[in-house]
């Protein structure tokens, strides 16, 4: 790895790698960094090595990264997996752990495509073994085929919710049920959003075929559930919620949870990037412009990592965010970058009339974003409880960074990965503000654990002769 | 809980889980194969010993954190298995340097 590259990509799933094919052949020194052992990030996961049988039943929208991992493949790029990128700064700093050698690298441009997260929703018992998120199911089976054995819950809302349910039950996998915590009321707010979806129809009939398929393979579904808890000894035992004014309860070893996808902000917080929250959205993300750049001159974003728009935007995001970087660097002419764009942002502006249908369709409830249950755990690592955080504001402490500092919330391993919304929520929802008005918290350099060996080898080199 | 869907294309490795010889397909995360043998518990937590197993699969929660070659605080879903792995439960903060050796 060089100490410095003209372009640098963070992150190598839809956005980065097709930023990378862009950038290949310019004469350019390109680096692609990826945390993974293997190209595609979450939602191409494995795409390379997957058995042909998986990818089928994956679906065809997973099979599309296969065509861009070949194109990849074939690019310049210096590409490097198992690398931790643990720091970014406002001068185009990064620091960078790679086959144990952690060193701080520079770039001229730097395109972060960190990609999304699920969106962590604390609810009661949410911390038993058993509970997951939708997103590790899927991770599970993409990359080692390991499916639920003895069948599972699925709850929540959101469209990948819909997908894992389809892609298990295609497998076989006994689905006890589909607990759908989407409000009935947001139909209604979705219904003006609606005639814009339909140009984008091919996601809107894919839903509906998974819904259909799912009806008449028995699956129980239940839509507008609350309540949704968790329960067992040590291990999850059992799911209960509330439907149509009635609890109910299911026996099982194996729920899955998912209330939709938020931006992987923590590299560009740490650059100190200006980041907006997203009402729309339900989350903060970093700002940019059309072609990616952020607050900070050479730092841009694409992919979800911008704000969430899917895969196949991504991968649009992602060749923009490049032609831009390409221009900044002198090595294309404006006209050349307006040029080679048009077709990109046609064909984005198209995937985006879904989106603020879906947002407003599967908006996630404002009593479950702010955790209204005092004694559920919303600090995972730290194990604080809402109660606690709603102690703290009620002292005075209104701000998520002063609740942080008072209760020690979001100062575990995950560093507030699991908690950060939550707890803005709290903090609002307890001082009767907006969640826009209050605050994320400050993410700092290293965003990801280092050891003491490895933050010492930033001091060899010169030092040595000592 | 989870069952691995056995592929032939795909050489095993051998590794030790909590003391048991157990083979594993090559390109399986240290955390699928702790589930996919029935594992319910990965870690216990250090704050006030809660036990607690893998959440995201992604690298983002730290929930999967198990000792692997005698080195605690591991992220066992970003983690692959290798020939001669050793891996265990992690208890709280799991042994320090000097316990491992």
């Not at chain 1, 009661?124 to 080692?144: D, E, R």
């Not at chain 1, 009321?185 to 129809?201: I, M, Y």
């Not at chain 1, 060749?319 to 050349?336: D, H, K, V």
């Not at chain 1, 990109?344 to 603020?356: C, F, L, S, T, Y």
């Amino acid at each position: 790895m060089k100490n410095h590259y003209q372009l640098l990509i963070i992150g190598a799933g839809p956005a980065g790698l097709a930023a990378a094919v862009t950038a290949s052949n310019q004469g350019i020194s390109c680096a692609l960094l990826d945390e993974q052992a293997a190209l595609g990030g979450q939602i191409y996961r494995c795409i390379e090595s997957v058995p042909e049988s998986r990818a089928q039943i994956l679906g065809s929208e997973y099979q599309r990264g296969k065509a861009l991992a070949k194109e990849f493949r074939d690019c310049d790029v210096d590409y490097f997996p198992e690398t931790k990128v643990w720091s970014l700064s406002r001068d185009r700093e990064v620091g960078v752990l790679h086959k144990d050698q952690n060193k701080i690298i520079s770039a001229d441009q730097i395109l972060v495509a960190s990609g999304a997260m699920e969106r962590p929703v604390p609810f009661p018992g949410w911390t038993l073994p058993g509970v997951m998120q939708a997103g590790a199911g899927q991770v599970l089976f993409k990359s080692a085929g390991v499916i639920p054995s003895d069948g599972v819950v699925l709850a929540g809302s959101g469209p990948l919710l819909l997908l894992l349910a389809w892609q298990y039950m295609q497998i076989g996998v006994d689905i006890k049920a589909m607990l759908d915590v989407t409000p009935l009321s947001n139909n209604l707010l979705a219904l003006p959003k609606l005639p814009r979806a339909l140009l984008a129809h091919h996601y809107l009939t894919k839903g509906l075929v998974y819904q259909r398929d799912l009806k008449r393979a028995g699956v129980l579904s239940k839509i507008g559930v609350s309540n949704l808890r968790a329960h067992g000894d040590g291990e999850l035992q059992s799911v209960s919620y509330r439907h149509l004014g009635r609890e109910h309860s299911i026996a099982t070893d194996l729920l899955m949870t998912h209330f939709g996808v938020i931006p992987h902000i923590w590299l560009t917080q740490a650059a100190c990037c200006k980041h907006q929250w997203d009402n729309s959205q339900q989350c903060w993300r970093p700002q940019h412009d059309e072609w990616g750049n952020t607050s900070i001159k050479g730092i841009l974003v694409a992919g979800d990592g911008a704000g969430i728009n899917g895969a196949r935007s991504a991968e649009h995001a992602g060749r923009l965010a490049s032609l831009q970087a390409l221009f900044a660097l002198g090595i294309i002419s404006q006209t050349e970058r307006d040029q080679q764009s048009i077709d990109d942002r046609k064909k984005m502006q198209g995937e985006r009339h879904i989106r603020p249908f879906l947002e407003a369709y599967f908006a996630i409830p404002q009593n479950m974003l702010a955790t209204t249950d005092k004694d559920t755990i919303v600090c995972r690592c730290e194990e604080i409880t809402a109660g606690e955080i709603r102690t703290a504001v009620e002292n005075a402490h209104g701000d998520s960074n002063q609740v942080k500092y008072l209760s020690r919330c979001g100062m575990g391993p995950c560093q507030g990965r699991q908690c950060a919304n939550a707890v803005a929520h709290i903090v609002a929802d307890a001082g009767g503000q907006a969640v826009s008005d209050s605050s994320h918290f400050r993410g700092r350099p290293p965003v990801t654990p280092l050891t003491l060996e490895q933050l010492a080898m930033l001091s060899g080199g010169e030092h040595n002769e000592y | 809980m989870f069952k691995q869907l056995l592929n032939s294309d795909i050489e095993n490795v051998e590794v030790i889980l909590n003391n048991q010889k157990i083979m594993v397909p090559q390109n399986t995360t240290v955390a699928a194969m702790a589930l996919a043998q029935g594992l319910r518990v990965t870690r216990t937590t250090p704050v006030s010993g809660s036990p607690r197993a893998p959440f995201c699969m992604m690298g983002v929660c730290y929930e999967c954190l198990m000792v692997i070659d005698g080195i605690s605080n591991q992220r066992a879903c970003a983690t692959y298995v290798k020939q001669g792995m050793r891996v265990e439960t992690q208890q709280g903060t799991g042994p320090s340097l000097g316990d491992a050796l």
